[in-house]
């Protein structure tokens, strides 16, 4: 079983910036890794992942452009540095990770192995 904790998030206005990392117990090489996010009233979307030790990204639409996943391998974090946020990038982010090496972005929801406990992301107008 996969541990993943996650830190970061908070407030801010339109425009402004924020960081989530998201730090997990050892994964296997190639394991995809990767960040949702839910509005409320809303399905979980995916937001963007990477895989374990592997070069390449991949991004939602909405997001490309503006957020930007990264690893550090040796201390096991992934991390999404969020700027110009808007408003409707409002929402509880959660990283996820699959427990098996195969890299295939993106990740779906229901073949998640393990959740982040999940961080509020409240961008103002």
């Known amino acids: 079983q996969v541990h993943l904790v996650q830190s970061g998030g908070g407030s801010v206005q339109a425009g402004g910036s924020l960081r989530l990392s998201c730090t997990s117990s050892?994964?296997?090489?190639?394991?995809?890794l990767g960040w949702f996010r839910q509005a409320p009233g809303k399905e979980r979307e995916w937001v963007a992942g990477?895989?374990?030790?592997?070069?390449?990204?991949h991004y939602v639409d909405s997001v490309k452009g503006r957020f930007t996943i990264s690893q550090d391998k040796a201390k096991n974090i992934m991390y999404l540095e969020m700027s110009s946020l808007k408003p409707e990038d409002t929402a509880m982010y959660y990283c996820?990770?699959?427990?098996?090496?195969?890299?295939?972005?993106?990740?779906?929801?229901?073949?998640?192995?393990?959740w982040g406990q999940g961080s509020q992301v409240i961008v103002s107008s």
């Open positions: 050892e994964l296997p090489y190639a394991a995809p």
């Open positions: 990477i895989c374990t030790g592997v070069e390449g990204t």
């Open positions: 996820a990770a699959r427990a098996e090496g195969r890299c295939s972005l993106p990740l779906a929801a229901r073949l998640v192995h393990s």
